[in-house]
């Protein structure tokens, strides 16, 4: 792992370099608006001329001076593999719109080039893709709601073969840069007023919607048609999914390639546009955007979010533009069905749909600093329907969660008892942890394969035979994400069922793979099953998936999280093979708390730092940018707690 060397750096040239630019309308970069610090890269770093200061650099992304846009300076990635990013940490102020914009360009067409916001819900996600050999300006709108930082993000991904270039990177609170064909910038003055109390209204297009048929309500020659839309393949009307009314587009392509729904618009020339569509996507495989057929100076919305309708929206200037086709794609090899929805393309002063948090935000007491994220979760958690003489606690737990509405939940193994069966988990599991189902990354355990290939387990997670999704591939169950400046691994410890852990297995040639392509300052790994308990039933003493702990030690990892165990077990720093490492170890924290019964200890193993074996509850974890807390949380009526903080430590020497 290529990791917090450039991190350390950058973060003190942070510290010492905050430059803020204001610079002319000609150059087309920050305005005096723009909170991004260095947004040109034209300062170098405390690591040369190749550092960029105030930026955290991704494997083999620097700083350049043999294309650039404005200056003399741009970031350029040589990366070759599946993903990579350079970041920023930026304040921002509540209840504001701003205006996020970027300028890439692309050597070729293969490989992924985009900026986002760290995959913050809501986040806008601006992408190049097939256009080539010029700097492309691509732009979207932002409400912050309720949120006082974000990171953003600049992304080389999905092995690109050649090299792309990325410059003048703006989060401004006025209108923003635009784009010409002239690359002559002009600054509008009419920002998109901030909503004070966002309410999410999910309406379909307004009357000063271009698009014609934006909801897929009125059938063409037959029902799987669209009126005035020309379909890709494998695109059809359908309603067994849908934002508004009673229709959307389903994408059910499958395979290599891409393909694309389109319909062209007339606009009206010299006028402000708002671009705006929902989607769904059952895997995180593939792409789904919404573009304007590579016009020069785009709106171009994608996400990559899973099991939600994900509402996405970006400005357009038309210019001399009079027509323009708009574009509904599903490309790089998707593996399961995308839906879009409530398109529209509306001019200035139209209302628009708009897509916020469904709470009012309230003042935050006790908040996580900037850059931190929350992780809660446990494992062993849902009675069945034959879990008799059990407590069945699963209620109480996820209270503990709904009141804390993290960033993510992990779940531990052991979901749901006593066999993981599907009608258990939409009659037990569904009406308490269910409810935070939208924020949920699982990992599987013992119990859910005791229904043939834990299908029910991922019957509930992917949707009922889905292949891949919110559970990852089923015939795998493992795999990672980003969260922060943190990087999450989902393992399966039920090494039988996926082929071994062992060096030379599919798991184990995984995740050696995604460790060496990650960079992330921090890591956490977590499964069902423990490296080391102080269990009466001696559950360590035989651990096939130890080769995969290896990996994770090898590598520097922070943070193991398990149940399996039903009690809370706090481990000091070890190794893989269970000795005292208390400047390069992983610390392991049972937690087998999340409700169907708990229970007390056996011999205690060597490294145990804290135990309980009578209280149900949750843990939560502060993830910040280099060090977390953690927090053992109780359910209603139980009392013991744990926490404490800690510095992730870094690559081994």
């Known amino acids: ?8 750096i950058c973060n003190a040239a942070l510290l010492g370099s905050l430059v803020v630019y204001v610079v002319g309308l000609q150059s087309g970069v920050a305005l005096a608006a723009n909170v991004v610090q260095n947004p040109g890269f034209e300062t170098a770093g405390a690591g040369g001329a190749a550092d960029a200061a105030n930026w955290t650099e991704g494997t083999l992304h620097a700083r350049a001076s043999d294309k650039f846009n404005t200056g003399a300076w741009s970031l350029k990635s040589t990366y070759r593999s599946t993903g990579t990013d350079t970041r920023q940490t930026v304040t921002v102020a509540t209840n504001t719109t701003y205006t996020y914009s970027v300028y890439i360009w692309k050597t070729n067409s293969t490989g992924g080039s985009c900026a986002d916001m760290n995959d913050l819900a809501g986040e806008v996600q601006l992408c190049v893709t ?3 050999g010029s700097w492309q300006f691509k732009s979207g709108t932002w409400p912050s709601g309720s949120t006082t930082s974000v990171t ?18 703006s989060l401004d609170s006025g209108s923003g840069p635009t784009n010409t064909p002239t690359h002559t910038p002009t600054r509008t003055n009419t920002p998109i007023g901030p909503t004070n109390t966002p309410t999410r209204t999910n309406t379909p297009a307004p009357s000063g919607n271009a698009v014609q048929n934006p909801s897929f309500e009125i059938q063409g020659a037959s029902s799987a048609d669209a009126a005035s839309w020309t379909e890709g393949t494998n695109h059809a009307r359908a309603s067994d999914k849908f934002n508004t009314g009673s229709w959307s587009l389903k994408s059910s392509f ?43 100076g785009e709106v171009q919305l994608c996400t990559t979010t899973t099991g939600s309708w994900q509402f996405k929206s970006g400005a357009w200037t038309s210019g001399s533009t009079t027509s323009v086709t708009l574009r509904l794609i599903t490309d790089g090899n998707p593996n399961n069905n995308i839906w879009f ?41 849902a009675c069945g329907a034959a879990s008799g003489g059990a407590s069945c606690k699963q209620m109480s737990t996820s209270d503990l969660l709904v009141a804390m509405n993290p960033d993510k939940v ?32 699982p990992s599987v355990g013992n119990h859910e394969y005791l229904t043939s290939g834990a299908a029910g387990y991922f019957d509930y997670f992917n949707g009922v035979g889905n292949q891949n999704g919110q559970a990852g591939d089923r015939s795998k169950g493992y795999y990672s994400y980003n969260l922060g400046n943190w990087h999450l691994i989902a393992i399966n410890s039920n090494c039988s069922q996926v082929g071994g852990c062992a060096a030379g297995n599919p798991q184990y040639t995984w995740l050696q ?83 169907r019964n708990v229970y007390g200890f056996g011999t205690i193993r060597p490294l145990s730092e804290v135990r309980d074996g009578a209280s149900f509850g949750v843990i939560k974890l502060t993830l910040r940018s280099n060090d977390y807390t953690w927090e053992f949380l109780p359910a209603a009526g139980y009392t013991f707690t744990d926490s404490g903080t800690e510095t992730c430590h870094g690559a081994h020497p």
């Open 130 to 132: 097939t256009q080539t």
């Open 341 to 381: 929805d409530d398109i529209s393309l509306a001019s200035a002063g139209t209302p628009v749909p708009t897509n916020t948090p469904t709470r009012t935000p309230t003042p935050c007491t006790g908040c996580p600093t900037p850059s931190a994220v929350i992780v809660a979760g446990a494992g062993d958690i």
């Open 152 to 169: 953003l993000r600049l992304i080389t991904d999905n092995s690109p073969t050649a090299d792309i270039w990325f410059d003048d990177v």
């Open 513 to 595: 793979s995604d460790l060496a392509a990650d960079n992330h300052p921090c890591s956490l790994i977590y499964m069902h099953h423990p490296i080391s308990s102080s269990d009466t039933r001696d559950f360590d003493t035989n651990t096939p998936y130890q080769p995969l702990i290896q990996l994770f030690y090898d590598d520097g990892g922070e943070l193991y999280m398990v149940g399996h165990s039903h009690f809370y077990e706090r481990f000091a720093r070890m190794d893989a093979n269970k000795n005292a490492n208390p400047t390069y170890g992983f610390r392991q924290i049972v937690v087998g708390t999340g409700g």
């Open 254 to 296: 499958i395979g290599t390639g891409g393909t694309s729904t389109s319909q062209t618009v007339t606009v009206a020339a010299g006028t402000n546009y708002t671009y705006s569509g929902y989607i769904w996507r059952a895997s995180t495989v593939g792409g789904s955007c919404m573009d304007m057929n590579d016009l020069v």
């Open 1 to 8: 792992m290529l990791k917090r060397i450039s991190f350390l």
């Open 410 to 441: 992990i779940l531990l193994g052991d979901n749901q008892y006593e066999e993981g069966a599907l009608s258990d988990f939409n009659t037990f599991y569904n009406p308490s942890w269910g409810r935070v189902k939208s924020k949920t990354s």
